[in-house]
C-alpha cells in the first residue's frame, strides 16, 4: 500500500485552522475501500445529503439546502474553463464529488468516520484510484476553500501526477476569485517584503518538498510567486509550465520544472524579482 500523503496547514494568514489540504489514497486503507464500494456517497450518523446539484465537472451533494450556494458553484463550474485557457489543461475526464456539511461538527465528525488516520483539515480533497472528492464545510471562507480543492481535483483528473509545490502554488493562485487572481493576492505584501530583504526561494528548492509537512508558509508562498511569474511573466516561463504539464499529462518523463525555466531564462530568479517590484495594475 502506498503511503498517504496529506498536505499541511497553509500557514499564512490568520487562522491555524486554514489548511490545504490535498490526500492522495492512491491504495487506500481496507476500511475504506469498503465503505466507498458499499455506500454511493458517504454517509453518517443521522445526517443524510439532502440536496444535490451539478454544475459542470462538481457533483455537490450537501446536508442542508444549497440555493444560495449558486453563485459560488457557477464560479467553480468556470474555474475549469480557466485552467484550459491558462495551463492548457482539458476538462475533466469524470466528475468530481463535493461533500458539504452544515457546520465544522459535521464535517470533524464524517471526517473522522471516513479518514480516520487523516488529520482534521478544514477543507480538504481526496484522491482514489483516479476518483476526486473534495470535503468541506459551510463558513466564511468556503468559496476560497472550494476553490482551492476543485483546483487540486481538476489538475489530477487529467494529470497522473503533479508536483507537490506546483499542485500548492496553482491552488493558491486559483483560490482566489478571478478578478482578484492577478493583483490582490493576500501574498503580495509579505512576497515583497521578502523580496526587498533579499529572501527567494528557487524552484529548485522548492522541489525538494516531498512531504506536506516540508511546505510551511513561505514555501506556499514562493510556490504561488513563482506561478504568478509564469501565467504572467515573460512568455518563455508560461510556455515552459505549459511543456511541463502536457509532458505529465501525455506520460513523457517530465525531468524538474527548475531545470525547464533555467534553460528557458537564464536568470529567472531575478527576473522573478523583478517581475514582482514592476507588477501594477
Ligand atoms: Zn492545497
Known amino acids: 500500500m502506498k503511503p498517504i500523503a496529506l498536505s499541511p496547514a497553509s500557514p499564512r494568514g490568520k487562522s491555524e485552522s486554514r489548511f490545504s489540504r490535498r490526500t492522495l489514497l492512491a491504495g487506500g486503507t481496507a476500511a475504506m475501500v469498503a465503505h466507498w464500494t458499499?455506500?454511493?456517497?458517504?454517509?453518517?450518523?443521522?445526517?443524510?445529503?439532502i440536496d444535490h446539484r451539478n454544475f459542470g465537472p462538481f457533483h455537490f451533494h450537501a446536508t442542508f439546502p444549497m440555493g444560495d450556494l449558486t453563485p459560488i458553484f457557477q464560479e467553480l463550474s468556470a474555474l475549469e474553463a480557466e485552467l484550459q485557457r491558462t495551463l492548457a489543461v482539458p476538462p475533466a475526464e469524470q466528475p468530481v464529488d463535493v461533500y458539504l456539511l452544515g457546520s465544522e461538527r459535521e464535517h470533524r465528525n464524517l471526517l473522522k468516520q471516513l479518514y480516520?488516520?487523516?488529520?482534521?483539515?478544514?477543507?480538504?480533497?481526496?484522491q482514489r484510484s483516479g476518483k476526486g472528492s473534495v470535503y468541506a464545510f459551510q463558513h466564511h471562507d468556503l468559496a476560497v476553500d472550494l476553490r482551492h480543492e476543485c483546483t487540486h481535483a481538476l489538475l489530477h483528473t487529467n494529470l497522473p501526477m503533479v508536483p507537490l509545490w506546483l499542485d500548492e502554488g496553482l491552488a493558491e493562485y486559483f483560490e482566489m476569485p478571478a478578478s482578484e487572481r492577478a493583483f490582490n493576492h493576500p501574498h503580495f505584501s509579505k512576497l515583497r517584503w521578502n523580496l526587498r530583504f533579499g529572501m527567494l526561494r528557487g524552484i529548485d528548492s522548492l522541489e525538494k518538498c516531498h512531504d506536506l509537512?516540508?511546505?510551511g508558509g513561505a514555501e506556499y508562498r514562493f510556490a504561488w510567486a513563482w506561478v504568478h511569474f509564469m501565467?504572467?511573466?515573460?512568455?518563455?516561463?508560461?510556455?515552459?509550465?505549459?511543456?511541463?504539464?502536457?509532458?505529465i499529462r501525455h506520460g513523457n518523463p517530465p525531468g524538474q520544472l527548475s531545470e525547464r525555466l533555467d534553460r528557458a531564462i537564464p536568470d529567472s530568479n531575478k527576473q522573478m524579482a523583478q517581475h514582482f517590484k514592476r507588477w501594477r495594475r
Request: glycine share 4%; proline share 14%.
Open 231 to 247: 501565467l504572467h511573466g515573460p512568455l518563455p516561463a508560461h510556455r515552459a509550465l505549459l511543456h511541463y504539464l502536457s509532458d
Open 116 to 126: 480516520p488516520r487523516v488529520p482534521y483539515r478544514r477543507a480538504l480533497y481526496v
Open 38 to 49: 458499499s455506500t454511493a456517497l458517504p454517509c453518517y450518523g443521522a445526517t443524510p445529503w
Open 213 to 215: 509537512s516540508e511546505m
